[in-house]
């Protein structure tokens, strides 16, 4: 079967930029996938996406003209019911393959075979293979279908009567296999090889494609656009670090903006421009949050990483002479750092101790009142969690900071810019004559903001930054307020990783019960339901880390108070799974658990020696009192891979145990005193991890 590479692109008006390289990537995968799932491409079928502003495209390698047609065999009804006593079709029969557009000719040719109990007539056909025109009709439209369209719109087609619904309107389709054309149609278009150039650059105003393969080459050369979006980006990145490295720079680092400028562009040209430097007065996160969000600009920063006056510019046309361009985003931006420095200015005529109370009339939730009053309780918070950590000073220092941490809201800065709570805070803390604890601690109680952030630098906002999750997380789970699915609008999960993590990560003598108290969570359901959620966000968060389901289980399900244990505890199970005694260890233990869950009533774990009758329940006593006290003296310092690995010689007793004594025993005494004995066993195998999830 001959194959020849496949050529689709839509042309379209300018699509949303956010969703470009997405709809990009929908629509080659969908069409491609249908064509395979039709038999016209093979699996290893490359496919190429192109995405730009005004265009969808997709190359497909290897497909046919036609696939190829399938043998197919179909169960007819059982033979009982198909023929009479004499053999012959009955009217059941014949109606049947009437609907299926055969006739009693094929009788003899049809196939019996078992069908259960029963012998059934089985009817073999060949299918024909779908044609391209079909296959990719069908692909088209479910790959439009597939989209994910952020917002869909309706135009009307130039007959002035019907509508279509699309993200924009369309005007052109090319659909080529090899040098053909296919007639294939969507959104009122009926497929061609004309398309259309960059707007301004193109050396035609109509693209004539000659064949499926020559498309990126002609659009680059007679279009001057470069179609992927992959290999557009690549450029851009490359002008940027060249434009950069030109004025001894760097270009500031952001994928997402990145990708949206490639969205936005089809033939990028990078320019260099600049500002005056009076603006550099201004934090440098809000000139660059300015010329990011507002201008898609790419702010230039030195080798500290300062931001400097200069700043790169990705422009769609590249003209003989430069300048105009460059002039005119020049005079787009100042307007725009203006407004920043005018911000700055005025914000700080009013300090931040003098902001708050105006927090009073600022809504938190309806059902846990303003900002000021959870400032209050996040100050509370803090000032106990500091008191634990570092005494009087360090919990003065909280509950100030704790205070001052949401009065940035209040800013026009952060106003007109809310990813700059907390930044800005920092800044006008420090303009008030502030020491730089409280400074940093108002700008890091947000982190860790997201995976892999910075847990904050200092012991102040170490403990604003757990009170301030502590009190969403008690307030929303004590008004019930639960992520449920992937919906979770005030990040519950993020802010219970943030608590895990400087938990864990600082090492903090502080238990979650303890904080469970700070952060006033009275009602007793309420704290089981916020430590499920918490010992289930470091149970997944440690998989992630490398950790084995069973090593988490083992310790995660002790649900130690102190997660700073945690890696510590770990680390510990890992040593002991790695002795030669743990597989027999963890089984002997979970064979106890059980034991222990059976018995009628609570078991102390308590021995009386005058009722130790066999010799190896002696032994294990004995091991028992010596092994013990110097687990539980390695667990009290804290050195857990000594207290698990002291187990080892509690291997030969166990075993001899199990096999020589009846723990059951019918009298009653003995039976107590022998649960007793196993009992302390169990607590003894138990303090550092849950052994018996150990064993497989």
Known sequence: MTTKNLLVELFVEELPPKALKKLGESFAATLAANLKSRGLAGDDASVTPFASPRRLAVHVTNVAAKAADKPMQQKLMPVAVALDASGQPTPALLKKLAALGQDAAVVPSLKRALDGKAEALFLDSVVPGATLQEGLQAALEAALAALPIPKVMSYQLRDGWSSVHFVRPAHKLVALHGADVVPVGVLGLTAGRETQGHRFEAANPVVTIRDADSYARQMESEGAVIPGFAARRAEILKQLEAAAAKEGLKPIDDEALLDEVTALVERPNVLTCQFEQEFLDVPQECLILTMKANQKYFPLLDAAGKLTHKFLVVSNINPADASAVIGGNERVVRPRLAD?????????????????????????HNKLGTQGERAQRVAAIASAIGQQLGGDALARQADQAALLSKADLLTDMVGEFPELQGIMGRYYALHDGLPAEIADAI??????????????????????????????????????????????????????????????????????????????????????????????????????????????????????????????????????????????????????????????????????????????EIALDAALAAVKPQADAAFERGDYAASLQSLAALKAPVDKFFDDVMVNAEDAALRNNRLGLLAILHQAMNRVADLSKLST
Not at 341 to 360: E, V, Y
Not at 532 to 543: C, H, M, P, Q, V
């Open 340 to 364: 920043a420095k005018f911000f700055f200015d005025q914000d700080r005529k009013k300090s931040l101790a003098d902001r708050i109370p105006g927090l009073s009339k600022v809504v938190y």
């Open 443 to 616: 700008e890091d109680h947000y982190k860790p903001r997201f995976a892999g952030d910075a847990l904050p630098r200092g012991n102040v906002g170490l403990c604003v930054a757990l009170a301030d999750k502590l009190e969403t997380l008690a307030g929303m789970f004590g008004i019930g307020q639960l992520p449920t699915g992937d919906k979770d609008p005030f990040a519950l999960r993020r802010h219970a990783l943030g608590v895990i993590r400087m938990l864990s990560e600082r090492d903090l003598p502080l238990d979650l019960a303890w904080l469970f108290d700070a952060a006033q969570v009275k009602d007793a359901a309420v704290a089981a339901q916020l430590a499920d959620f918490i010992y289930e966000r470091l149970a997944g968060s440690l998989r992630e880390q490398g950790y084995s389901a069973l090593e988490v289980d083992a310790v995660v399900g002790l649900r130690p108070q102190r997660l700073g244990d945690i890696p510590k505890r770990l680390a510990a199970v890992r040593a002991f799974a790695a002795l030669p005694e743990s597989a027999s260890l963890a089984a002997a233990n979970k064979r106890v658990g059980n034991i222990l869950k059976k018995a009628e009533g609570a078991v102390a774990a308590k021995v009386d020696a005058a009722l130790l009758k066999e010799e190896a």
